[in-house]
């Protein structure tokens, strides 16, 4: 191994003259929203559902709004997609009698309320509304619902396969190596669950008993290659936690907040946060007894640049659940270990 400060070049970013992300070694996040609502624009627009069959006309005019968030992370290469967005989208229709004149012109909305990456292989909800409730402007409804929606469905789904691929992203990556858009991180276990096998750390860690009884204090020691802003950032971010953990996660950063990770499996709230030097939280399992939290203290210190050492201590630990599982404490700091500081260092490139 490299001395520090002698090692590959492309993981030093802020020394860089030009601030260049070479390769796309280091995280990078772009935003996708723009992007979404072009293409969205391009697919589910003017898409003709019916010209005269049954004397009906009918199809999508335009993009009336796409909301929520949007955005692709790269790391070495790899795309992680996330977006959670609501689409509306307008349509019109026409019914004529045999003699083709006009018996009614109708318009009406497709809402599209919740299309996210962790329901990606699954067709959305779709409504599709008319603004005219008379029997013409139902049967226009209906049928758009019988014709139109396994078409705008595919187009639907030709958006989400562009997105996993990179999405605007994407030709920035082309020529840089083989991507695999379809990779996914391994969905980590909850931390209380079964127990991990080991993996290489440089973890100093001590578990001891704390002088309440029933209740322990873990300890661990851990050294990332990065400055200490890096590891704070990503640990307020829950997108980064979505990213390195492929579960959902909601991390107020404000002092009081409450925070909710692996897919709400540990819950808790903000006691003191000082900007790239501390956390302090009330932390627990949805599985311990109801009320009970630990404490949590995160520091971060930097004794020489780009060396960033974060010291845990996880005071009132039960020794076991509500359940009876006494492995409360072994699988709380195994879960540390190798769920949140092994798979940072994994994920954003901060091992040793």
Known sequence: MA??????????????????NVHNWHWNEKDCLPWSKKRLGELLENIVILEGEGGLWVQTTNIESVTGDAYVNIRKGKIIPGYEIAIQVAWKGEAKDGSGNSLAKVTGTLDFPYVADENADEDPELKV???????????????????????????????????AAGGPAKDELEGKGPIKA?????????????????????AARDTQP????????????????????????ILMNDRSWKAFTSSNAQISKEKGGMFSIFDGAVTGVNVKLE??????????????????Y??????????????????????????????????????TERGWRDLIFHKIRAVFGFGL
């Open 3 to 20: 001395k520090f400060g002698e090692g590959d070049k492309r993981w030093i970013v802020e020394d860089r003259p030009d601030g260049a």
């Open 129 to 163: 509304s008319v603004k005219d409730e008379s029997p013409v402007g139902q049967r226009l409804r209906d049928a758009f619902l019988a014709k139109g929606k396994p078409i705008v469905l595919k187009k639907l789904a030709q958006f989400v396969k562009e997105f």
């Open 182 to 202: 379809s990779e996914k991180s391994e969905k980590p276990r909850p931390l209380s669950g079964p127990v991990i096998k080991d993996a290489p750390t440089s």
């Open 210 to 233: 704390k002088g309440k009884e029933g209740f322990k204090t873990i300890s661990l020691t851990e050294k990332f290659h990065c400055r200490p802003h890096n590891l704070y950032d």
């Open 275 to 292: 900007e790239n030097k501390l956390i302090v939280q009330k932390w627990r399992f949805n599985s311990w007894a109801d009320g009970h």
């Open 294 to 331: 630990s404490n949590v203290i995160l520091s971060f210190e930097e004794p020489e640049v780009g060396l960033t050492i974060v010291k845990l201590t996880q005071t009132d630990v039960p020794d076991e659940d509500r359940y009876g599982n006494a492995t409360v404490v072994e699988n």
